[in-house]
């Protein structure tokens, strides 16, 4: 699996929309690009996740670059509760699998 | 829909001794997962299985880690004796199927301290 990287925290206002970036720049063309989060003393919880094209879905947007070497994820309007450890992840759907988790970017929503 | 359970949430022993973590999937999930956290680390999985088999434990330390998933639904992870570096939060996840897109649902962990 391709490894990813993250910033190690961001911060974002309450409302405004928070873009969490990743870097994948040895994906490979059967990789998808996985995010999850993890709230504090919780497990980590699914949010979305594409292969070429960009995706939306209740929680979020995922937007993958053209050339598939970097992905955002955009929470439209941040609340306090969003606050967490966002982690991307690549790996290859179809062989299901193990979840490779790197150390995330701690994302603070403040108010 | 129930998500996955598992029990105990929290648990204190001394080390040399024994403990055991219980996991009740979602249901008809057929894939189930254990991963170990550690503080400010990711997750890194532990063991897999595909119903009651066990299809990747390379990261398991067999020597004194051991896990069941009997008749493919619960499972039970298991650390005898337990050691200092052990003290760790423990994940139990789920999925439906590894053909599928396989989104793994993650329980609430296990806090273990080892003293």
């Known amino acids: 699996d391709a490894k990813t990287t993250q910033p190690p925290s961001m911060d974002c206002a309450e409302g405004r929309a928070a873009n969490l970036p990743c870097n994948h720049s040895t994906i490979s063309g059967n990789e998808y690009v996985y995010w999850y989060r993890q709230i504090h003393s919780q497990g980590p919880q699914y949010i979305i996740h594409?292969?070429?094209n960009n995706e939306t879905n209740e929680m979020a947007s995922l937007i993958i670059t053209e050339d598939r070497k970097s992905s955002t994820l955009i929470l439209p309007h941040a609340t306090l509760r969003d606050t967490a450890v966002y982690y991307c992840i690549v790996r290859v759907s179809v062989q299901g699998g193990k979840l490779i988790f790197g150390q995330g970017t701690e994302l603070s929503v403040k108010p | 829909e129930a998500g996955v359970v598992q029990s105990p949430r929290y648990k204190i022993i001394e080390k040399k001794q024994p403990v055991a973590f219980w996991c009740n999937p979602i249901s008809g999930h057929n894939t189930l997962y254990w991963y170990r956290q550690n503080l400010g680390q990711g997750p890194e999985l532990l063991i897999r299985y595909e119903n009651e088999e066990a299809v990747d434990d390379s990261q398991l330390p067999k020597d004194r880690f051991s896990a069941e998933r009997l008749k493919g639904v619960d499972s039970t992870l298991k650390i005898q004796p337990a050691e200092l570096g052990d003290s760790a939060v423990y994940l139990c996840?789920?999925?439906?199927?590894?053909?599928?897109?396989?989104?793994?649902?993650f329980g609430p962990g296990t806090r273990l301290t080892v003293l």
């Open positions: 996840a789920s999925s439906l199927d590894r053909r599928t897109a396989d989104t793994q649902y």
């Open positions: 594409g292969l070429k």
